[in-house]
């Protein structure tokens, strides 16, 4: 069969974009879709949300033939289904939710071409009767959504994803877009070569911006440091309790975790809810409609919460402590304002969660590679935490996704730190504050870096010629000053105070004696300190 050929030229984006009931194009959507049609391959990194499905449904709908969307969420494949058929386009999906009668009418309809685009659920590229049906019609083009599924790297793994690069190369001619939110360049490299597309395949990069987050991370010391930030925030995003400004996420890293802290919310006036995978489905579904109905003020949740939700006014996301990665995080907090009002991201560090994520990764990963990839993603979700520039902008690197930095967001943690602390501004006092508390991080470490010489001098190098540097972290806060060391572990904390004081802990894998942590005399401290050490 044989159409007029179509290119980007010659294609009706205004058309196309009136036909799927959109205004104008985005950001970087157009350009998509340029690329698309006349290299006829693409890679599309975009954030999950971020209108990566317009960069296919346009095509499809100007395109001859029945477009091919493969994606792993059936909930999606359905709604998008409804919004399309709304909008007089002709679409459907197969998935293994539908009977038998259902599927079959479904592809009796797509052989006789009467599906602009066809949404199918990986496994279904298994069936042999699929298979055969697809080289019987037109496919202009497949996409492939979540296209990081395809690789063993990641989180998301699905075997029936390596069906793909054998569907792509029996019909050559199909254009391929592969979209992913991913940021991982090894993984982007895999999604290509498993899908059979060559190394050059352009790779575009946006949407990522959320320059109304106003994102912060913290490190506390103990739970009781944790639930004021948790408190302290809320009061921030939501006002007081029961003041019906809104909702919040609180994701906890257990189940147990989850359940805790929405009583404690509870307790303290909140309206909560709970919900994670140990819940049974009518529990979860229950917790789930309270939220959408907006009868909850704070969801307290694990990771299991969140994938299709649909509220746009959520007004804050706090992390009780980290995820796996930073494509994890910034999924995650990406659920707070998608009205694009003020909302608040929150991240809650403490020194448990290296040791935590450590052991959690040791029992679950299936070989050492693996398991030092998954830790280096981890790592890196750690090194942002610790600052040193804008948040927003950081993620953007991060992600590759340059265009849209702003060289300070202005509204993170670390730009109002920049903006509002004077004595940051003189390098002179700079390097003082440095020395000071560089000597005290060295009091504490002399022992373990014993490969450092001198370790203030080397480390204020460091410190002052790179200001990207990864090793040494300086906040200035007011009058207090936070130094912190981060290699992979042990890892060292030490505080100043301007004046008389200074506080040192020890990495609490060497925790003091109880008897010395009563200990007021400075000798007997100092005592402690060195048996704490020589252990
Ligand atoms: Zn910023």
């Known amino acids: 069969m044989t159409s007029p050929v179509i290119t980007a030229r010659t294609i009706d984006f205004e058309a196309g974009l009136r036909r799927l009931g959109y205004e104008s194009f985005r950001p970087g959507q157009r350009e998509a879709i340029e690329t698309l049609m006349e290299v006829g391959r693409l890679l599309l990194v975009a954030p999950t949300g971020g209108g990566k499905s317009l960069s296919y449904q346009l095509p499809a709908v100007a395109l001859p033939g029945t477009t091919l969307v493969i994606s792993p969420l059936v909930a999606l494949m359905n709604d998008q289904v409804q919004a399309l058929t709304a909008r007089g386009v002709s679409a459907t999906f197969l998935a293994s939710t539908l009977d038998g009668d259902e599927v079959r009418r479904r592809m009796a309809a797509m052989g006789r071409g009467t599906y602009s685009l066809v949404y199918v659920a990986p496994e279904r590229l298994g069936y ?182 649909d509220r746009a006014d959520v007004r804050a996301v706090v992390h009780l402590g980290p995820p796996g990665s930073i494509e994890a995080y910034y999924q995650e907090v990406g659920r707070a304002g998608r009205d694009g009002a003020p909302a608040w991201g929150l991240l809650i560090v403490s020194p448990s969660d290296m040791p935590r994520r450590r052991r959690l990764l040791e029992m679950d990963a299936p070989g050492e590679a693996v398991l030092a990839h998954k830790w280096g993603l981890f790592l890196e979700l750690m090194r942002w935490a610790e600052g040193g520039s804008c948040r927003h902008d950081a993620i953007l690197r991060y992600f590759g996704d340059e265009a849209e930095t702003l060289d300070g967001c202005g509204r993170c943690d670390v730009c109002l730190a920049l903006g509002s602390d004077t004595a940051v501004q003189d390098p002179e006092a700079v390097r003082l504050i440095a020395r000071k508390a560089l000597s005290g991080v060295a009091r504490v470490q002399k022992k373990e870096s014993a490969a450092w010489k001198n370790p203030v001098d080397e480390q204020l190098e460091l410190l002052i010629g790179d200001p990207c540097s990864r090793v040494i972290r300086i906040e200035v806060r007011g009058q207090r000053l936070r130094c912190r060391q981060a290699r992979l572990q042990p890892r060292h904390t030490a505080e100043l105070k301007f004046g008389p004081t200074i506080r040192q802990r020890r990495p609490t894998s060497a925790r003091r004696p109880p008897d010395a942590r009563r200990e007021s005399d400075p000798h007997a401290r100092a005592r402690a300190s060195r048996r704490s050490r020589a252990r």
């Open 128 to 309: 042999p009767g699929f298979r055969g049906l697809v080289h019987d019609i037109e496919i202009p083009l497949v996409a492939v959504d979540e296209a990081h599924c395809i690789s063993e790297w990641g989180h998301d793994f699905r075997p029936e994803y390596l069906e793909i690069g054998g569907l792509l190369a029996e019909i050559p001619s199909a254009r391929v877009l592969a979209c992913t939110a991913t940021a991982t360049p090894v993984v982007r490299d895999e999604i290509l070569g498993r899908l059979g597309l060559p190394a050059d395949t352009p790779q575009h990069v946006r949407g990522f911006a959320r320059p109304n987050l106003r994102l912060r991370a913290t490190e506390v010391d103990d739970a009781r440091g944790r639930l004021a930030e948790v408190d302290a925030l809320l009061a921030e995003a939501l006002g007081r309790a029961g003041g019906g400004q809104g909702v919040a996420i609180a994701y906890a890293p257990t189940r147990r975790g989850a359940e805790e802290e929405a009583a404690r919310l509870a307790q303290r006036g909140w309206k909560t809810a709970v919900y994670h995978a140990g819940l049974g489905p009518a529990a979860r579904e229950t917790a789930q409609r309270a939220f959408l109905d907006g009868k909850v003020e704070v969801m307290v949740a694990t990771n299991a919460f969140g994938m299709g939700i």
